[in-house]
């Protein structure tokens, strides 16, 4: 590695030896969050507080016959009792979702998935409010269910969102990408093809905070304060301004410390919605918080992609094309939270880190009877299936033509040389060196010595896997002209205010919920500005308190805010010029920078610090004309392009031959987010991912079944990877820079959750070979590892 | 019912009705709101908590269950401002994002070390096998306990610190 | 979160007192010890119990007693104890191997012996450990102590032959020479439930033939242990070809349900492979055991 991650010391700072902005410092959050100080939706209480509970379907698809509160409201402590019937009246029984369509917030006509919210009960307490659901009497008129998106089409299916007029089946969307033509054309004289149904299984975020919400209206002044989990706070205040009549400066959206996110805390659930107007029923403030089983069951969803995969290569292994149709099932309310343009994310890059020649894809989104949502979750919207399924192509290929892997994608990896690399769908990939990565992740895995054990192994009859995977990922949506959601541009705001003893606070539009925004952002202003991050308190999560941006999801935090934080500092730092000039008696073209001090040009003596222009612009220097009398600055960032992080990971396991069982033995990722700001806490994000990988990959999913119950409706079903199904993570990095990116950052939130699935399956399947297997569909739990092993097709979930 | 018990040191008596769930009670009768839960089901172990010194997940007790003893929250883990070595150990090593799992788990890292000082990379992943993190993938978080093996508190400090 | 239904608390002082208290409200009254069961289906609302008579302050149930003849064990031993008892692991190693998978190492802090065994669920371990040591369950009621074999203690899913006014008191293992135990469980992560496990216990003859053994599964339906199975090895010596034999039986003899942990043909094939596992282990233990007692002796 070439690539050291210390940086060099600023004098300015006092100390000789400790990197001012970038590099390895603990975090500032970190002090609160081990003494038990974090603070949370649920940790609020607010004078008069009342607690919201909501009762749930208990089926998937139903009319409504009746809904009777009367032994509810006279249960102790009951306040109110909230019905569809009650919401039709105040015209907030649909609100609208991030994708153009409605949602129930409670279910007037019928019910469309298992969860729905059927009434809102408010109590004194959460106690009462949870004994007064059970006697709510609802009866129900029960209807069949679409649950397999594969018959959401057929001719004769019941028809989920019969409430739209003229609607007479159930499908959203059809949407291309590339050229099909000529992609068929490229098919039609290749040499080999494989073909391959994938499927990435329905999952969920889970957080493990669940959402939540305190909605406090006050009727005199007509202003509502919501703290809510939210991981785009100003976009709910203009969405909740929208749907509630509230004027938008009467609203205040606090996202306090948020217990992770993953996209599960995106969108805007009936919950927040029901809090709000409980507080304006009843006058008083209304907590809810879902429970563990609510999360899994109604607030969003992830994947759910069935893909038919194709691709085309010579018989000496040049990749020539890639094609596929996918049938994306987007549950009973198409609420994803994708750019309007875009209503299948940015699947299209599913022509992944290859030069190839043509590409085509079309995806059709459909109804069922299963809960809305379609959240980014880590997966940067929809990457990360388009990401599994050119990996899994990619190893299919290389199976069939017997070349190893690791070798088939260094043979068609995008060159250095071919940056900007303009791909086959649209895109144009800003940098990359994705051979140096490749070569490096093999390097640290010791792979040609993983290849002869695995060599010996098999002799023994013993299933050990190798599994690559590439990926290249597109985050830091977006530029304003091509992506908004609902309408709003995908820019975010930053401002900066030097204190007058040169202690600085920077506000910035998007959500930690985790990723330690405190400490990044102080640390790329540090870098800029050359004052040291404990003097730089970050502001976020209040929106009376910070400027309008769209949030944090998507890995678009530092791609876009870290960027518009470190373009407020240079106009700060430029500023800071013409005021060290007139202390100085100078002109500002004869002043130079370096961290944290303007100086005359030839004589570093003379200068002034950050610290002493604040003093200077904020006391009684006369400063220059058109220099107003503070060091502050504000900027909205419309990013240029899209960033790509990329990265090449390897996996190894040993299957038991007895039971299937997989053992993820060794993980090497090796990332490129551009510069690294923290690496630790690169690391981190790097880490989770790969962990959240390890359950996609091998337990994690929402199964139902055919009448449409949800069967991962707790941690009981739903599993999550604990600390004895992860290996110790081998990490390491190359750098290459973004160049349209002010400070070359490019994002790593979501990369490790992207590449990982497909390098753990990618090894089961190569450990199982052997056998026969060419390919098998996540989770690789132990049955259907079995399965595969009988020679039998991953059975639908 | 009328119920005792210490907690951090302090002995409190309160009413409550019997179902009330020890995490309920710290939470929002004692308002320690540094202990969280995550689910329902006994599987993530965001509520751990110290009863007389021994890991457990206090959504599946009753704070009934917990009169008469000793309960032990992340607020009960400094000594004044001095923090404990797993506290420290969470910092520098970066065992913590979002910081919602983080009591729990250090809380159990506490309760290991005080049985087993110097344990091993498996002994802690089975130490905490019973409490779901989505964020740090675990290896920053056995670092960090493996931190404050290796910076135990010393005896003399430790005298210092507690009144005659 | 969820949250359990209105219910009524007593704390038990002695054995005697849980009798009473059980006596005195009647059927609609539980005991409770770790909860780890009980409490989660109270949230869920799936049990609704109008009385909880908590027992943990019976310290005279929580011991591990090594006798000539048998390993007591008292009703309210937490999990986490028997994992590291020593006694435990030199007589029932079978004992740790299903420990370390019963839940979690924090959930095994409160959780019992007495507790997981009559909860009774299907997929409860330590049943098939109790059924394959030939463990007898000792409970008290107002008409005095019970000893139960284990047949006689499981009744089916989630039932037991402890009565309503009846305290599981003891668990109590007989020790024999040259014996050796052992159970896997296949579980789609670490904590869950069994897809299917086995357990199996051996006791060889001075020959080093197969003296008595005792095969059990765990959440295929089963009740008791698998005779069939087991009639294969009595009397002779172990081998690959009889654990293979006993493993088919095994199988064949299983009644799996196809769920979310797998299919019938996938957990019948577990049933044959994790009993050709535990066989071959516990066979290999008590050759260990026979070992060291002939060089002790």
């Not at chain 1, 996110?261 to 009936?270: D, E, S, T, W």
Request: aromatic share 6%.
């Amino acid at each position: 590695m070439t690539i050291t991650e210390t940086h060099a010391p600023n004098p300015a700072a006092g100390d000789a030896d400790r990197p001012i902005g970038y590099g390895r410092i603990q975090r500032k959050e970190d002090p609160r969050f081990v003494r038990g100080k974090g603070h949370y939706v649920d940790d609020i209480v607010l004078p008069g507080m009342l607690h919201g509970a909501i009762l749930r379907s208990p089926v998937a698809h139903a009319r409504l016959v009746s809904i009777d509160t009367t032994r509810a409201l006279a249960h102790p402590g009951v306040v109110a009792v909230i019905t569809g019937k009650d919401l039709l009246g105040l015209k907030l029984a649909w609100a609208p979702t991030l994708s153009a369509d409605v949602q129930a917030v409670l279910v007037t006509d019928k019910v469309r998935f298992q969860g729905q919210e059927v009434a809102f009960v408010i109590a004194e307490d959460r106690y009462a409010a949870r004994d007064a659901l059970e006697l709510i009497d609802v009866d129900y008129d029960v209807l069949t269910p679409v649950i397999d998106a594969r018959r959401a089409l057929d001719p004769g299916a019941p028809v989920i969102r019969d409430e739209i007029e003229g609607r007479t089946d159930n499908h959203i969307f059809d949407w291309e990408a590339g050229n099909a033509a000529e992609t068929d054309a490229v098919f039609a004289t290749a040499d080999v093809i494989v073909k391959q149904e994938i499927v990435y299984p329905r999952s969920h975020p889970a957080p493990m905070e669940t959402c939540g919400a305190v909605a406090d209206f006050e009727p005199i002044e007509g202003a509502l304060t919501l703290y809510e989990t939210s991981q785009a706070p100003h976009a709910h205040r203009t969405l909740f301004a929208i749907v509630s009549g509230i004027p938008e400066h009467k609203i205040r959206i606090v996202s306090p410390d948020i217990g992770g996110g993953f996209g599960n805390k995106v969108g805007i659930y009936p919950g927040y919605i029901l809090a709000v107007v409980g507080s304006i029923v009843t006058g008083r403030p209304v907590k809810w918080v879902e429970d563990r089983s609510e999360n899994l069951m109604s607030t969003s969803f992830a994947r759910d992609y069935i893909m038919q995969g194709e691709i085309a290569a010579t018989k000496d292994g040049k990749i020539l094309a890639v094609r596929t149709n996918v049938l994306a099932d987007h549950g009973a309310f198409n609420a994803t939270a994708q750019p309007t343009k875009y209503p299948a994310g940015f699947f299209h890059i599913f022509t992944g880190s290859y030069d190839i020649q043509a590409a085509h894809c079309k995806v059709t989104g459909v109804y069922t009877n299963k809960a809305p949502g379609g959240v980014a979750y880590a997966c940067s919207f929809r990457v990360t299936e388009a990401v599994l399924l050119i990996e899994r192509l990619v190893d299919m290929l290389a199976h069939k033509l017997e070349v190893d892997p690791a070798e088939l994608r260094l043979k068609n990896l995008i060159k250095p040389e071919q940056f900007p690399y303009k791909n086959k769908t649209g895109w144009e990939y800003d940098s990359g060196d994705y051979e140096r990565a490749l070569r490096l992740s093999m390097e640290i895995a010791g792979y040609d010595d993983l290849r002869r054990e695995q060599k010996e192994k098999r002799a023994r009859g013993e299933l050990m896997g190798i599994g690559v995977s590439f990926f290249t990922e597109t985050v830091g949506a977006g530029p304003r002209k091509h992506m908004d959601i609902v309408g709003l541009g995908m820019a975010d705001g930053a401002e900066l205010r030097i204190h007058p003893t040169g202690k600085a606070v920077v506000r910035i539009s998007v959500q930690s919920q985790g990723q330690g925004h405190e400490t990044t952002f102080a640390q790329i202003v540090a870098e800029e500005i050359g004052i040291p991050p404990e003097d730089i308190d970050v502001v976020h999560g209040d929106t009376d308190q910070t400027p309008f941006g769209l949030g944090t999801y998507g890995s678009r935090s530092t791609p876009v805010s870290g960027a518009a934080v470190a373009l407020v500092a240079r106009k700060v730092r430029e500023k800071a010029k013409f005021i060290a000039a007139a202390m100085l008696e100078t002109r500002p073209e004869d002043l130079e920078w370096e961290k944290g001090r303007w100086f005359v040009k030839g004589d570093p003596s003379v200068g002034k610090t950050i610290a002493e222009i604040a003093m200077g612009a904020h006391g009684t220097v006369a400063l220059p004309e058109g220099i107003d009398g503070n060091l502050d600055a504000e900027v909205t960032y419309d990013p240029p392009n899209l960033t790509f992080p990329f990265g090449a990971y390897i996996c190894v396991v040993d299957v038991d031959p007895g039971t299937g069982h997989v053992k993820v033995r060794r993980f090497i990722a090796v990332d490129d987010c551009g510069t690294r700001i923290n690496p630790m806490i690169i690391e981190g994000q790097v880490h989770g991912g790969l962990t959240d990988g390890v359950g996609m990959a091998l337990m994690q999913f929402i199964g139902f079944d055919e009448a449409g119950n949800n069967l991962g409706g707790s941690f009981m079903d739903y599993l999550i990877p604990t600390a004895m199904e992860v290996p110790n993570w081998e990490t390491g990095f190359t750098v290459t820079p973004s160049p349209h990116h002010p400070i070359g950052a490019k994002g790593v939130g979501e990369s490790a959750t992207v590449g990982s699935p497909p390098a753990i399956l990618n090894a089961v399947v190569d450990a199982l070979s052997p056998l026969g297997v060419t390919h098998m569909d996540i989770p690789c739990t132990p049955a259907r590892v079995w399965a595969a092993m009988q020679g039998r097709a991953t059975p639908p979930i | 019912m009328q119920i005792s018990m210490t907690v951090n040191g302090d002995e409190i008596t309160r009413a409550v009705e019997p179902r009330v769930l020890l995490v309920h009670f710290i939470r929002d009768e004692l308002r320690l709101t540094g202990t969280h839960w995550g689910c329902d089901t006994s599987n993530c172990g965001t509520c751990v908590v110290l009863m007389d010194g021994v890991p457990v997940k206090s959504c599946t007790v009753l704070a009934a269950m917990a009169d008469g003893h000793a309960i032990t929250t992340v607020e009960g883990l400094a000594t004044g401002a001095t923090l404990d070595p797993v506290q420290q150990g969470f910092m520098e090593e970066h065992g913590l994002q979002c910081g919602f799992c983080t009591p729990g788990m250090m809380l159990t890292a506490r309760a290991l070390l005080d049985r087993n000082p110097h344990p091993d990379d498996t002994e802690i992943r089975e130490a905490i096998s019973g409490q779901i993190c989505r964020c740090t993938g675990y290896a920053t978080i056995v670092r960090s306990v493996k931190w404050a093996a290796d910076h135990p508190v010393v005896a003399e400090d430790a005298e210092e610190e507690v009144p005659a | 979160m969820q949250i359990p239904a209105q219910f009524d608390y007593v704390r038990a002082s002695t054995i005697e007192d849980a009798l009473a208290q059980l006596e005195l409200h009647g059927p609609e009254s539980r005991v409770v010890a770790g909860g780890h069961s009980l409490l989660p289906m109270m949230k869920l609302r799936l049990a609704r119990p109008e009385w909880l008579i908590d027992i943990n302050d019976l310290y005279e149930l929580d011991f591990i007693l090594p006798e000539a003849t048998q390993l007591r064990i008292g009703a309210l031993t937490r999990h986490s104890t028997l994992l590291e008892s020593a006694d435990v692991a030199r007589l029932f190693p079978i004992v740790i191997d299903a420990e370390r998978v019963i839940a979690d190492p924090i959930v095994r802090n409160r959780g019992t012996i007495g507790g997981s065994l009559c909860q009774a669920d299907p997929a409860e371990d330590l049943a098939t450990v109790c059924d394959v040591l030939r463990a007898q369950a000792v409970v008290r009621g107002p008409a005095g102590e019970r000893i139960l074999s284990m047949d006689e203690f499981h009744k089916g899913p989630y039932e037991t032959a402890v009565a309503q006014n009846e305290l599981l008191v003891e668990i109590r293992f007989p020790i024999r020479p040259r014996s050796g135990s052992a159970y896997e469980k296949v579980e789609r992560r670490v904590g869950d439930w069994a897809v299917v496990a086995a357990g199996a216990a051996v006791s060889l003859a001075e020959d080093g033939s197969v003296d008595d053994v005792a095969i059990g599964l765990t959440a295929v339906g089963l009740d008791g242990t698998i005779a069939e199975a087991e009639a294969v090895l009595r009397g002779r010596q172990p081998s690959q070809a009889l654990f293979e034999e006993a493993g088919r039986l095994a199988a064949l003899a299983s009644l799996p349900v196809a769920d979310q942990r797998g299919p019938v043909d996938y957990k019948r094939h577990l049933a044959d492979e994790l009993t050709r596992r535990v066989l071959r282990r516990a066979c290999a233990r008590a050759l260990e055991t026979q070992t060291t007692t002939t060089q002790e002796g």
